[in-house]
């Protein structure tokens, strides 16, 4: 066995940084930790290729093959009946159907990959191979397969694709000096694609007139202080799997493709406080809290308390803008400990309550235009943030929880007269008891959920209450059609909470219409990093009916 260099390049994308990844072996087999070994790099560019058409599979950059001829028949857009190989249309065929004409899906629709082969079988090329290889143009050079001429531009380890490297493949050379010798290994990548093009403006709608209007800066609430707030699932690495999400191109899966295009989208926002979910323990450490540190905010997170063979494990993150708000206090909710503090509750009860799902909680000072917390005291704010246990099959886990969360908080804030926002992803939809429970401050005793509790974790229906004056802000118009839009799931998940007498609801910002996504197949894609869409209200504190402190 001799010494060898092995190397993986993701799919390059413009403005996302490119790291290789290297494993090296010896000649007795070993294999050695790249960063202690003396290694040179060198990247270098070619040509540009231009392709006047492309695959139609969502983040594929091949030169198409196929044309799909029920696409012909459908009038679908030419761009989008193009595919680069029989697999490709295969493996997009139960969403790319959807795109034909609505007699032609009604058809096709069900047994999705069968019908995927029968129109393969439909399917011709483009005509003989001269016409084929008159799709593509290269800059300088021949048809695909000439001799390509190389540019260098860095002998960094890491480089990050530029506009000029847009359509172009990037090679990359490593050598390796050792005691034996000098071995060297080179890698060249598919095209640069173009980054993510900016993000559609999303509308707002007045609470108070249901007027829609472009998004923009929040404005001044006059004589109240008013706040953006955000809350938004942001989709952890650890679940961001090309088996959930088979219509989203691997490449735009990454974490180092997905987390600088989360981070693009949430600084469009402006908002003034963040309530995030499904934020990965390293993540913050290493992301999401010094790139927000940058950008003005403070912030503080929660983990989940879960085991993970990787060490991996996600939770709750706040972060508030440091020139608007003074942190006072801090706590968490573990339900997990709430769940082993019952009183003479059955194992099987507590087993299936153990979910390892927490809640945080924050008490800031309204600070804007200087001073530290306690001199001149401001409006003061109690802020949540959780993610309620994911699976429909639990909807009395769900219940509990969120039971137990509104329990603490109704006694927190009703004895400090604190203004309440809730922020959080609640797996439940609006018609389910989690809603209804927020919402009403009760739950029906005819509430179909309710027949369900297998081990009776779930108190008597007359203390399923709370006097919360919640409201959604979303109430006044109605929730979005969707906050989570994926291929097996779309609806409503993700919430924003407040009390009402305290805190008044200004103007949401809507969802990014189904049209939008529809092209992508659905969340996360090439455009949108997450399974979710965030959401986004601007708010103002009122006055207090009388003063309350801490």
């Known amino acids: 066995m001799g010494r060898a260099i092995s190397l993986r390049l993701d799919q390059p994308v413009e403005g996302i940084t490119l790291t290789p990844w290297i494993l090296l072996r010896d000649a007795e087999g070993n294999h050695h930790p790249n960063a202690d070994a003396p290694l040179q790099f060198t990247w270098s560019r070619g040509a540009a290729r231009v392709c006047h058409r492309t695959c139609a599979a969502p983040g594929c950059s091949k030169r198409p093959e196929l044309q799909c001829v029920l696409c012909l028949e459908s009038s679908v857009p030419l761009h989008q009946s193009f595919f680069c190989s029989t697999t490709c249309l295969n493996n997009n065929w139960t969403y790319h159907h959807l795109l034909h004409k609505p007699q032609i899906a009604s058809v096709l629709s069900g047994g999705g990959r069968r019908k995927a082969s029968a129109a393969v079988a439909c399917v011709g090329g483009f005509g003989d191979p001269i016409e084929c290889e008159s799709l593509w143009k290269t800059e300088g050079l021949g048809a695909p397969g000439s001799t390509q001429e190389w540019v260098q531009i860095t002998k960094m380890k890491s480089y990050t694709p530029t506009p000029e490297d847009v359509n172009s493949i990037l090679k990359l050379e490593v050598l390796w000096h050792s005691d034996k010798g000098l071995l060297s290994e080179t890698i060249e990548t598919q095209v640069v694609l173009p980054g993510p093009p900016a993000f559609p403006d999303r509308t707002t709608i007045d609470c108070r007139t249901l007027a829609r209007k472009p998004m923009g800066k929040p404005t001044s609430g006059g004589a109240v202080p008013r706040l953006r707030v955000l809350s938004y699932n942001v989709l952890a690495e650890i679940y961001a ?296 209200v601007d708010m103002d504190f009122l006055p207090a009916a009388s003063a309350g402190g801490l």
């Open 241 to 536: 799997v090309q088996s959930l999400y088979s219509y989203c191109p691997l490449w735009a899966l990454s974490w180092a493709f997905r987390s600088r295009n989360l981070l693009r989208e949430i600084d469009t926002y402006g908002a003034d406080l963040l309530c995030l979910q499904e934020v990965q323990a390293d993540h913050f450490d290493d992301f999401w809290s010094p790139e927000l540190t940058k950008r003005g905010y403070e912030g503080l997170f929660k983990q989940k308390q879960r085991e993970s063979g990787d060490g991996k494990v996600d939770g709750c993150a706040v972060f508030f803008k440091r020139d608007k708000f003074v942190l006072l206090e801090k706590y968490a909710i573990d339900f997990n400990d709430a769940a082993l503090a019952r009183p003479n509750a059955k194992q099987t009860a507590t087993q299936r309550l153990l979910k390892g799902n927490i809640a945080m909680v924050v008490v800031l000072e309204y600070v804007a235009g200087g001073g530290a917390a306690g001199s001149n005291p401001g409006q003061r704010l109690c802020v949540a943030n959780t993610h309620i246990f994911w699976d429909p099959d639990f909807p009395d886990v769900k219940l509990w929880q969120t039971h137990t969360l509104i329990q603490e908080l109704e006694k927190f804030v009703c004895a400090r007269d604190l203004p309440l926002l809730l922020c959080g992803d609640f797996n439940s939809v609006p018609e389910s008891s989690v809603y209804e429970l927020l919402r009403e401050g009760r739950v029906r005793d005819a509430h179909p959920e309710l027949s369900f509790d297998p081990c009776n974790i779930l108190p008597p229906v007359s203390k399923l209450r709370h006097s919360l004056p919640l409201q959604s802000v979303c109430s006044s118009f109605g929730e979005p059609p969707y906050t989570n839009f994926t291929g097996h799931f779309v609806g409503v998940l993700d919430y924003i909470w407040y009390t009402t007498g305290r805190l008044r609801a200004v103007q949401v910002m809507d969802v990014p219409s189904e049209e939008r996504l529809r092209p992508l197949v659905a969340l996360p894609s090439s455009q949108w990093s997450s399974d979710h869409a965030a959401l986004v």
